[in-house]
């Protein structure tokens, strides 16, 4: 089992649409979850960090974990066209320094 | 400005052939990898290094090689023995002294074209 899974889409919605984009992950000792986002043919760059326990917010962006069912989630709002990227979810490096990301959601935002 | 710097952004290369892209960093951070990307797939980390001199195989080591003689460079080389080299490559640095909250900072990458 992969630590973390993710849907590699794509997904299409219209502008202004809520968007849901999920993680799994399986080890229970992360303390807290990495998004980032990545514009084609650019490098990834974090979008925002989750812990472990509750929501975070930022303005459209909303991360949010569940603990119980090993679920991460992050929620956009009135999505723009401009929200058309690939979406990686990472958990905080292992004590050898590993740094490992999600397959990454591709997400299209339709005008 | 600080940041990491990867060249060149698109190299081809002749089956056969082994060819090196530079990663160079100025974010004194101990760590580095290199990731590949495939079209419509996420990043599978081939070779990581926390300090110099040391670096650790990744997910997807065979057919590359890393040096890590300086701590702001992380050259890798793809060998002769890379049987579809051909895809997107990144490379990544942070300081894994953040005791939280440990953003890795990416270059703009380097496309790699088999001929």
């Known amino acids: 089992q992969k630590e973390v899974e993710q849907d590699p889409g794509p997904l299409s919605v219209p502008e202004g649409a809520i968007v849901s984009l999920n993680c799994t992950y399986s080890?229970?000792?992360?303390?807290?979850f990495m998004w980032y986002r990545q514009y084609s043919r650019k490098g990834p760059e974090l979008l925002m960090y989750?812990?472990?326990?509750g929501n975070k917010e930022d303005g459209r962006f909303t991360a949010q974990v569940d603990k119980s069912s090993k679920y991460i989630s992050l929620f956009i709002r009135d999505s723009q066209p401009s929200d058309s990227a690939t979406y990686l979810c990472?958990?905080?490096?292992?004590?050898?320094?590993?740094?490992?990301f999600g397959q990454g959601t591709t997400l299209q935002v339709k005008p | 400005d600080g940041g990491i710097t990867q060249s060149p952004k698109y190299l081809f290369r002749k089956e056969g052939q082994n060819v090196t892209l530079s990663c160079e960093q100025n974010?004194?951070?101990?760590?580095m990898y290199w990731y590949r990307q495939d079209p419509g797939q996420g990043l599978r980390l081939i070779y990581y290094?926390?300090?110099?001199?040391?670096?650790q195989k990744g997910d997807i080591a065979e057919g590359y090689s890393v040096s890590r003689e300086k701590k702001e460079s992380f050259p890798l080389t793809v060998t002769s023995a890379q049987k579809n080299p051909t895809a997107f490559y990144l490379c990544?640095?942070?300081?894994?002294?953040?005791?939280?909250?440990?953003?890795?900072?990416f270059g703009q990458g380097t496309r790699l074209t088999v001929v």
């Open positions: 990472a958990p905080p490096p292992s004590n050898t320094g590993k740094l490992i």
């Open positions: 080890n229970s000792a992360f303390q807290y």
């Open positions: 989750t812990y472990s326990s």
């Open positions: 974010l004194n951070h101990d760590a």
């Open positions: 290094s926390q300090i110099v001199n040391d670096f």
């Open positions: 990544a640095s942070l300081d894994p002294r953040e005791p939280v909250n440990t953003e890795a900072f």
